[in-house]
């Protein structure tokens, strides 16, 4: 394992834990304690994590993993529904994506459809994720809009008042949200508040709305809301959604698709 995937693997399972000591992480990853070591140390210098007596704690109250640091976890998941969320978009149509990890695989799977491949534009794609405009900027048949906005580290999304000032002059065909948590009686939620104001207006700009969030992220509540679920037209997430949690959403209202 790579120095890069050992800490990637550390800060997740610091994430899913709150805490973790040295020989239970030397032991997870199956390398030496003093590797371990090494690494807290390093992370904790660069503020991911707060070094502690014989282990690591996370780094703050609602901890949010950097995207840089987020590895494929759930990958093949996320790319099956990026591919179902990428066949419901239309030649032509003006698309806002949120960021994250999922709608990062959307834009991906946009890329490489056959269909989108030409057109004037193929579609409009509006994003305030720095990384999403990146990937699709050398797409000459992509028409790419930057909200513009003051850059968040974790997500690489642009947020404030300078980007509401570009989403309060247009209107999108569909909107795709990465969320942190959606539940039916809460919502869609992201863990910071300027995220997801700006996550919510793009959802009002837009004629339909389409959530992209994987089996974990359901029936979860996180800090900032972004919208209600009854503003949300469909949800397309993985197999591994239990049954009665799909039948919830069905039941508030949306079609739910299983990739």
């Known amino acids: 394992m790579s120095r890069d995937a050992r800490w990637q693997a550390l800060l997740e399972l610091l994430v899913e834990r709150g805490r973790l000591d040295v020989d239970e992480a030397a032991a997870e990853l199956e390398v030496s304690a003093a590797t371990i070591r090494r690494d807290f140390d390093t992370l904790a210098g660069q503020q991911m994590l707060v070094r502690t007596r014989g282990g690591a704690v996370a780094h703050g109250v609602s901890y949010e993993l950097p995207l840089r640091y987020k590895t494929a976890r759930r990958a093949s998941e996320k790319q099956r529904i990026a591919e179902a969320v990428a066949g419901l978009l239309a030649p032509g149509e003006a698309v806002g994506l949120t960021g994250g990890t999922t709608t990062t695989e959307v834009a991906r799977a946009l890329a490489v459809r056959g269909d989108l491949a030409s057109g004037s534009p193929a579609l409009t794609v509006v994003t305030n994720a720095l990384n999403i405009a990146n990937e699709l900027a050398v797409r000459p048949q992509f028409k790419i809009v930057v909200t513009g906005g003051v850059a968040r580290a974790q997500s690489y999304e642009l947020v404030g008042p300078l980007a509401d000032g570009v989403l309060g002059q247009i209107t999108l065909d569909v909107a795709v949200l990465g969320v942190v948590a959606f539940d039916v009686a809460h919502g869609a939620a992201a863990h910071d508040e300027a995220e997801a104001a700006i996550n919510r207006l793009l959802c009002e700009r837009a004629e339909r ?36 949690t799909v039948r919830r959403f069905e039941d508030a209202g949306l079609h739910v698709v299983v990739a």
């Open 209 to 244: 709305v389409i959530v992209a969030a994987d089996s974990s992220k359901l029936g979860r509540r996180a800090f900032a809301r972004i919208c209600s679920a009854e503003s949300v037209d469909t949800l397309v997430t993985d197999a591994a959604a239990a049954p009665e």
